[in-house]
């Protein structure tokens, strides 16, 4: 009873606090709202550029090419040996014989449609190819390489020189990214802390008054922890509202890409809200902190 | 033992002033105390010590049985809620209201505040300062400031009130009606009150146990005393 007397009273007073020190409050939570802002923009702004990375990467495709005289069965004992490479996404093994490609460039051109017709049967000089993805993008020469060793596959195609420098860069993307996003949620953190440690430094000597007056230190300490974690809450609440209304609105003013078809933004229900979870946590938890720590400095008795 | 002992106690401070040389005092209940000296005599340090807000290099402090020179931090809060005290600079909390202010300790304790209520109007009642309760300390006048101050110390019902030049920053005409509050908390609920100052005045009029305090050691103890200037102006030579 006693305890819960004691807790009722520190949320009563941080409430009270936060209203009579307006001045100090606001200051707290402007700073926060300004870095949580930037903070949240990098976590969408690295999301996005993750998805793009991602996409992009999974829609390359290695294309086996298969000699023209393999039979049926030989087809598909390739297609089980194909099976059998770990980095081969087995939901997405395509087989396309050679007539289907014929029919599909006659479908694309006129032109050659007609060359084409003139092949009799058996003389179609196209092979039969399997069309496959991989799943860990790293390793796709080693993957290239064993579809190689496959026998009655010719020859394997993807891209090489391009996709290697394409991976090297999109990885070094990925990594600032999260490096970026890690470092800013740290400065915000120092920056937020340090607010809040001066508002409370300019009330050190009311914490020696409830010292005097035979308060204890977890007593004294609680109304500030409240507090804080108030402000920060407080401070979320703007770049919340930013990320889920703005970054909505944002991808339904841009018809969900960038430029061209070629970027597409990722939709805003799948990133918004755990953006908007972060954002709180990293408000509330840094704002509690940070006071904690500014009380425990003149809490010696 | 008496209600308040000081033992030979030493206080030098980190800077090397010696604050206190070998001082010793006993007060019984009930008492009320003048401490006398010129500034920087220790009059203030030995309160210090007897609130625990600074610990003795040597010797020992015991208010009502507890060795206050032994106590540890974690358990100075406790002992800090059987006794009063009353500052020369009030040291009100400036965002709290004066119910809120008087009713501060209570709550921090975890009293429930029906009794609380209670208690905090009867003390503001004793200060008379009960129709002002709504004011914040910036609104009020130092005397009403002090009068917070002392409705606060007093809320709890301590045994020992002790009070560092109260009227310090008051006019004498003030000054007198804080004396009257103090001597009447003195007499009706028996509080032991220790009070330093240097208001000459006061201690002449009051004629209450006159301790004085020069350089650190308690050079003269008289009951019913008078603010010795001589005294203390040796000390000084």
């Known amino acids: 009873m006693r305890l819960l007397r004691i807790v009722k009273r520190s949320i009563r007073d941080s409430f009270k606090s936060i209203f009579r020190n307006f001045s100090l409050s606001f200051a707290s939570v402007s700073c926060t709202v300004i870095t949580l802002i930037l903070v949240a923009l990098s976590i969408v702004a690295s999301y996005n550029v993750t998805n793009m990375t991602d996409k ?5 495709t290695v294309i086996a090419f298969v000699e023209s005289d393999a039979t049926k069965e030989e087809i598909n004992s390739i297609r089980k040996d194909i099976e059998n490479i770990d980095n081969i996404d087995k939901k997405n093994i395509v087989f396309r014989s050679k007539d289907e490609i014929k029919k599909n460039i006659g479908a694309e051109n006129a032109e050659l449609k007609s060359i084409m017709d003139t092949w009799d049967e058996g003389e179609n000089p ?16 080693e993957t290239a390489a064993s579809l190689k060793n496959i026998k009655k ?10 996709v290697e420098r ?12 999260i490096v970026l996003v890690v470092a800013l949620i740290l ?5 937020i802390t340090n607010t809040i440690k001066i508002t409370i430094f300019s009330r050190r000597n009311e914490i020696n008054i409830m010292r005097l007056v035979g308060t204890s230190n977890s007593v004294i300490r609680m109304p500030f922890l409240f507090e804080g974690f108030l402000l920060g809450i407080i401070g979320s609440i703007i770049p919340v509202c930013l990320t889920i209304f ?8 841009m018809g969900g890409v960038i430029f061209s078809n070629l970027v597409e933004l990722v939709e805003p229900s799948k990133i918004v809200y755990i953006t908007s979870l972060i954002i709180l946590v990293i408000g509330s938890v840094v704002g509690m902190f940070g006071s904690g720590q500014a009380v425990r400095k003149y809490l010696k008795v | 033992m008496e209600f308040i002992e000081v033992n030979n106690c030493y206080k030098i401070y980190k800077n090397g002033v010696t604050a206190l040389a070998d001082a010793s005092l006993k007060v019984n209940k009930g008492e009320f105390v003048f401490l006398i000296g010129s500034t920087a005599s220790g009059k203030s340090t030995l309160l210090k010590l007897l609130y625990r807000e600074e610990k003795p290099n040597k010797g ?7 060795n206050v020179s032994k106590l540890r931090d974690g358990k100075v809060y406790k002992f800090r809620r059987k006794i009063g005290i009353v500052f020369q600079d009030f040291k009100l909390l400036p965002k709290l209201t004066v119910y809120e202010n008087v009713a501060y300790p209570l709550e921090s304790y975890g009293m429930k505040s029906s009794e609380i209520k209670g208690s905090v109007l009867k003390a503001l009642e004793r200060v008379g300062l009960k129709d002002k309760y709504r004011s914040f300390p910036h609104e009020l006048s130092g005397g009403e400031q002090q009068r917070v101050c002392i409705a606060r110390a007093i809320v709890n019902e301590p045994k020992l009130i002790l009070c560092d030049e109260p009227t310090g920053n008051l006019d004498p005409e003030t000054s007198k009606e804080i004396m009257d509050v103090l001597e009447s908390i003195n007499k009706d609920l028996g509080a032991t009150i220790i009070m330093a100052t240097h208001d000459k005045e006061i201690v002449n009029r009051m004629k209450k146990r006159v301790i004085t305090i020069k350089d650190g050691v308690v050079v003269r103890d008289k009951k019913k005393g008078s603010y010795d200037n001589e005294t203390i102006k040796n000390s000084k030579a």
């Open chain 1, 153 to 162: 596959v010719t020859l394997v195609k993807y891209g090489e020189t391009m």
């Open chain 2, 60 to 66: 020992e402090v015991y208010v009502g049985g507890v």
């Open chain 1, 187 to 191: 400065v915000t953190a120092f920056l």
């Open chain 1, 246 to 253: 703005g970054y909505t609105y944002f991808y339904e003013s």
């Open chain 1, 166 to 177: 394409m991976i090297n860069v999109f990885d070094l993307i990925k990594k600032v990214a």
């Open chain 1, 126 to 141: 196209l092979q039969n190819t399997f069309v496959l993805r991989v799943l860990d993008i790293k390793k796709i020469k």
């Open chain 1, 56 to 60: 992009i990467e999974k829609e390359l």
